[in-house]
């Protein structure tokens, strides 16, 4: 008897004119003569018994033993983008239908499924066209060409710590806050892989099968239906928890913020929460039962690339493009600039730069350098998420201006200096037991324990009690009341004593080091930026009032070599920065990357960290790299084709090689090239939609009016597609220099388009564009797009 061909096919049950649609075509399908011939079993969902079987069994079983699985995405549906998400986990041949005249069918598989997937669909207006299209692909005739490499077949090396991949909404609800802490201080704290959209918002398919495979468990964070951006998080949400079920992740956890209508799926899988508590709760248990494989020690990294002695492209790799996700061997290849060397030695440090510039891969790189000598402390503050909802109420209270100041003042420094006595118990409380605490030590510890509810809960929920305990302050008419209340509520007479006690253990070390970063958290779409930025402002203006007190010494303290490193994205320092005088005092030192050739080292040292020693970066370019790309030496081709930040050029070159070994290649080809880079122009376009104004939020629709345009544009047509998107005339010129600043567009100069390093070069280069144009009969100032965004948005 001939071997069947077993083709399932996936479709959400609504409306009824897409399943009517789709039978029609199976049933055309059924007859046609090849379909016979070959004994293909076309299945829709439909078809299958589920009743009184558990239906998750059911569907991964059907598709288990589907040698094709077929799935319609016209509307985004969460079984289906489950169902998708095991497939490819299964190694299922793939075959994707959409219906291309429903409007805004293309657009939405583009912006949900085209970069994850990187797979294409076939457009259909009927039945006819379905069966058609489905015919003339012939998914069966090539059943190994599966989206993951057999790679993913074998089991993954285990990492030296246990580890947990986080999907995270792009909400930073109470119950994602509660996930986090509670993630942070669990067994996976050091190897914790947090999925971010707001960091990283266009992860790939392989960067998701690489850390399923090598995660101990995997937790799932979706959305209520009511909540911001819930369709296309949740849609995506589901098909990670789809990759994971099917490649076999048993310690596998679904949340679900209510209300939110569980799909029949994973229905057995999901736990949902109506308050944080409960989330907490649910979380705790799991983690818990976990059963987690203890860990053998592994050959080092040096000893490995001692013994090998050949170059393998699919030995190698690049790193992540995001810091956080490599927290542990950053600081085994990281580039040395004069940022670090400066917040290194310097006392304050205001670090600015954009998003993937560096700032966070910085802060590791200090950590370990600081935590390299025993007679230094480290302190790092980076909040998981808090909201200023309550400060913005605070702040529009009758505050008398000094007492405004002081109120921000003194709660950052009740933040700063709770923090640093928290992260000084935590490392006396991690010594070995024999080792006694010294008097001063006891005493601290002590003073801590007993103001345990004030001093030790986590940064979001000290700034909230702050904050209510604050609410009615203005109804005091006079200063010196208001200014007692705010004492009162932040501890002033605590923190005095905290601070003596502090000098006591951490006066004789080398230095102390406090490093605060992730301060953007509620920095987006609805929010209100006054209250925040108002609230970073008074950190910039108080870290060196931090600083001198700390460092202060008198008859009845002891001071503390100190010295105090902020990190911050250049778009939200351009809301602070009008706000005060004095700039030129502010210890700022802005992150750029203008040489071409630091870049270059940072792809050099990644690749020479995880080849044979005896090879050298040109030697890896030489022998694992296509020599030239369309014309280009390969290197200037990724940097001809990325943002200049290290982020970006680290993204191409890693989907590049992701590439190459899932085609079986031995050297990264000019093919694989392009197909990378026509995934990182739809990464780019998505990233830096992240730094548009959270209140004005047109920077997409920008962007789109930009769609073929030719690649060098004039002022007035720059200006005429910005407001096509609908954007005011008040802020026209506001969205041109947002253009400039996240160098989509570079700026005419005498000689060249040159792309502004920072909102200060791109005033300057602005102001000289405009009178070059009208001193040389330009007529109007020219920009040129970015080739970064060519393929997203097929710029001619």
């Not at 078809?47 to 059911?58: A, L, N, V």
């Not at 797979?119 to 989206?147: K, V």
């Not at 345990?452 to 009690?465: E, T, V």
Request: charged content about 30%; aromatic content about 8%.
């Amino acid at each position: 008897m001939a071997k069947h061909i077993d083709v399932f096919y996936a479709y959400p049950s609504r409306p009824e004119s897409m399943g009517e649609t789709i039978t029609n075509a199976v049933a055309e399908l059924r007859g046609d003569r090849v379909v016979k011939d070959l004994h293909i079993r076309l299945r829709p969902w439909p078809d299958m018994r589920t009743s009184g079987k558990t239906i998750i069994t059911e569907i991964t079983k059907t598709i288990d033993r589907c040698a094709v699985f077929v799935c319609d995405l016209t509307y985004p549906n969460l079984n289906v983008t489950f169902e998708l998400g095991f497939a490819i986990g299964r190694f299922k041949r793939l075959w994707i239908s959409l219906n291309t005249s429903i409007e805004g069918a293309a657009k939405q598989y583009n912006r949900t499924f085209a970069g994850i997937v990187g797979a294409g669909y076939y457009g259909y207006e009927n039945h006819h066209d379905i069966s058609a299209g489905f015919l003339n692909d012939s998914p069966w005739r090539s059943l190994d060409e599966h989206l993951l490499s057999e790679s993913y077949r074998r089991p993954a090396p285990r990492p030296e710590l246990p580890t947990l991949l986080y999907v995270k909404p792009p909400v930073n609800t109470d119950a994602v806050i509660v996930t986090l802490e509670d993630l942070q201080t669990s067994e996976f704290k050091e190897s914790l892989i947090v999925d971010d959209p707001r960091e990283n918002p266009a992860q790939t398919l392989e960067w998701y099968a690489e850390k399923i495979s090598l995660a101990d468990a995997v937790i799932v964070h979706l959305l209520a239906d009511e909540h911001r951006d819930s369709l296309l998080h949740n849609a995506k949400a589901s098909f990670v928890a789809g990759l994971a079920h099917g490649l076999r992740k048993k310690n596998l956890l679904m949340l679900a913020h209510t209300p939110f209508e569980p799909p029949t799926d994973y229905r057995l899988l999901l736990k949902s929460h109506s308050t944080a508590e409960e989330c907490k709760r649910c979380v705790t248990a799991w983690l818990r039962g976990l059963e987690i494989p203890r860990r053998r020690p592994r050959r080092s990294e040096e000893e490995t690339r001692r013994k090998a002695s050949t170059l393998e492209l699919r030995n190698m790799s690049i790193g992540e493009p995001v810091a956080e996700h490599e927290n542990l061997q950053l600081d085994e290849y990281f580039v040395e600039t004069a940022a670090y060397f400066h917040a290194l030695e310097a006392q304050a440090t205001i670090m600015i730069g954009r998003r993937g510039t560096g700032k966070t891969a910085n802060l590791i790189a200090l950590q370990v350098a600081f935590r390299g000598d025993r007679r230094n402390h480290v302190c790092t503050v980076k909040p998981v998420g808090y909201e200023v909802e309550g400060l913005v109420r605070l702040l529009k209270e009758d505050l008398h201006e000094a007492e405004r100041g002081y109120l921000i003042d003194s709660l950052w420094k009740f933040l700063i200096y709770s923090e640093l006595a928290a992260s000084v118990c935590r490392e006396l409380e991690a010594r070995p037991t024999h080792q006694v605490p010294s008097a001063s030590e006891d005493r601290l510890m002590k003073h801590v324990e007993a103001n345990a509810s004030i001093l030790l809960p986590p940064f979001s929920q000290r700034l909230d009690r702050a904050v209510r305990s604050l609410v009615g302050v203005g109804n005091l008419a006079a200063r010196e009341e208001q200014r007692n209340r705010i004492s009162e509520n932040l501890h002033t007479a605590l923190l005095g004593d905290l601070r003596r006690l502090l000098g006591d253990v951490l006066s004789d070390r080398n230095k102390v080091a406090i490093l605060i970063d992730n301060l953007d958290e509620p920095w987006g779409p609805g929010r209100e930026t006054s209250g925040l930025a108002d609230l970073l402002l008074g950190l910039l203006r108080v870290s060196r009032d931090v600083c001198a007190d700390l460092q202060h010494e008198d008859y009845w303290q002891k001071g503390i070599h100190v010295s105090l490193t902020i990190f911050l994205r250049s778009d939200i320092f351009a809301h602070v920065q009008p706000l005060t005088s004095e700039q030129d005092k502010w210890p700022l030192y802005r992150v750029t990357w203008n040489d071409r050739a630091v870049l270059l080292r940072v792809l050099d040292e990644r690749l020479r960290h995880r080849a044979p020693t005896r090879f050298d970066a040109e030697d890896i370019w030489e022998q694992l790299f296509a020599q030239k790309v369309v014309g280009l030496p390969t290197r200037d081709f990724v940097l001809d084709n990325t943002l200049a930040r290290p982020r970006d050029v680290i993204y191409l070159v890693r989907e590049a090689m992701a590439k190459a070994v899932n085609r079986g290649h031995a050297t990264v080809t000019p093919e694989d090239f392009l197909a990378a880079r026509e995934e990182y122009s739809r990464y780019v376009f998505t990233s830096i939609l992240k730094e548009d104004d959270p209140e004005k939020q047109k920077l997409e629709a920008v962007l789109y009016e930009f769609a073929g345009a030719p690649k060098r544009v004039t002022a007035p047509d720059v200006a005429s597609r910005i407001a096509k998107a609908g954007v005011s005339e008040a802020d026209v010129d506001f969205y041109i220099n947002l253009l400039c600043d996240v160098n989509f567009l570079a700026i005419q100069t005498a000689s060249v388009f040159k792309f502004a390093s920072d909102e200060r070069e791109r005033e300057m280069l602005r102001s000289v564009a405009k009178k070059l144009a009208a001193e040389r009969g330009w007529g109007e100032e020219g920009y040129e797009i970015n080739a970064a965004f060519y393929q997203a948005l097929q710029i001619e």
